[in-house]
């Protein structure tokens, strides 16, 4: 199928409202894309402006703006299958709730990690990459708590060999140059900080120079966002020592981009916001970039 495929998310969060709002600003062709969603679900929040074909998930439950719920978890989570299975041309996902989707049985840290599970093969892993125009930002650990990153050399020129590939075959830019953030406050200060640096992630930049890539030492963070203009792509060593930065520039325009798997698969860079659900004041602006960023680029 050449179609985008775009999941409305939880369906008691903003996702099927800002996925309203995005298409209806958009204009794009209906025919290039396919809902994965309820008409009922649709319908609460609002009204597409075209016909698009929409691919019906079973949601039997009323509709709740700001509970969190195991029907709506598994709405989630069967979405979420449903796109694998037909992969398209690319995949768009609003914003699902981990507790919902723990509360159906599916204990996954998160939509990318699912995807993972449902479409790599041979060995494939699921990155995540943050875009906001040519600001990019690659996390090497994802959705773990702090004191549980466990950073290996052999997981750092993984991660950036496979995302120097997505530069190279998607992007087509012949070598992007890379900035490496360092684990350890100034980048660990010669080993007086911490020594993840001198045993892990130096060690990973000279093999990874020997194999052709271009990518600096690691450097102290708390400045290397500053000249992010500079690179192709800054590589964070945790979740938010690279999402604080893109999102204090660009915030609701941040777009999280799964990469490394046969699909790109784009999301808004924020979450459910229950808070507001329902209340016809959710900013559309991530899921309109995160169309965007698949419709015009890919």
């Keep these: 199928m050449d179609k985008i495929i775009i999941t409305t998310g939880d369906p008691n969060g903003i996702g099927a409202e800002i996925t309203i709002k995005a298409l209806n600003e958009l204009d794009l062709p209906a025919q290039d894309f396919l809902l994965?969603?309820?008409?009922?679900?649709?319908?609460?929040?609002?009204?597409?402006?075209?016909?698009?074909?929409?691919?019906?998930?079973?949601?039997?439950?009323?509709?709740?703006?700001g509970i969190v719920s195991e029907a709506c978890?598994?709405?989630?989570?069967?979405?979420?299958i449903k796109a694998c299975e037909i992969k398209g041309r690319a995949i768009v996902t609003a914003p699902v709730a981990k507790k919902a989707l723990h509360l159906a049985g599916h204990n996954f840290n998160g939509q990318t990690e699912i995807l993972q599970k449902y479409l790599a093969h041979d060995n494939q892993l699921a990155e995540m990459l943050f875009v906001a125009g040519n600001f990019r930002v690659l996390?090497?650990?994802?959705?773990?708590?702090?004191?549980?990153?466990?950073?290996?050399?052999?997981?750092?020129?993984?991660?950036?060999?496979?995302?120097e590939k997505f530069f190279v075959q998607k992007l087509g830019i012949s070598r992007p140059k890379f900035a490496l953030c360092g684990f350890n406050p100034h980048a660990g200060e010669d080993g007086i900080l911490g020594?993840?640096?001198?045993?892990?992630?130096?060690?990973?930049?000279?093999?990874?120079?020997?194999?052709?890539?271009?990518?600096?030492?690691?450097?102290?963070?708390?400045?290397?966002?500053?000249?992010?203009?500079?690179y192709d792509c800054i590589i964070a060593n945790y979740h938010d020592q690279g999402l604080i930065p893109i999102k204090t520039v660009a915030g609701s325009k941040t777009v999280n981009m799964t990469i490394g798997l046969d699909v790109i698969r784009t999301s808004p860079g924020h979450g459910t916001a229950f808070d507001i659900a329902g209340k016809n004041i959710a900013d559309e602006a991530g899921m309109v970039e995160a169309i965007k960023a698949v419709y015009y680029r890919l």
């Excluded at 978890?73 to 979420?80: A, R, T």
Aim: charged share 30%.
């Design 195 to 230: 020594k993840e640096e001198i045993e892990i992630l130096q060690p990973a930049v000279d093999i990874m120079r020997a194999n052709g890539i271009n990518i600096t030492n690691p450097l102290p963070a708390d400045t290397l966002f500053i000249k992010y203009s500079d």
């Design 139 to 163: 996390l090497l650990t994802r959705h773990c708590a702090l004191k549980e990153i466990c950073l290996t050399k052999e997981l750092v020129i993984e991660k950036v060999s496979n995302l």
């Design 36 to 65: 994965i969603s309820n008409k009922k679900v649709l319908d609460f929040y609002g009204k597409l402006d075209k016909e698009y074909e929409i691919l019906e998930i079973p949601f039997d439950n009323e509709v709740q703006p």
């Design 73 to 80: 978890g598994e709405f989630c989570f069967q979405s979420l």
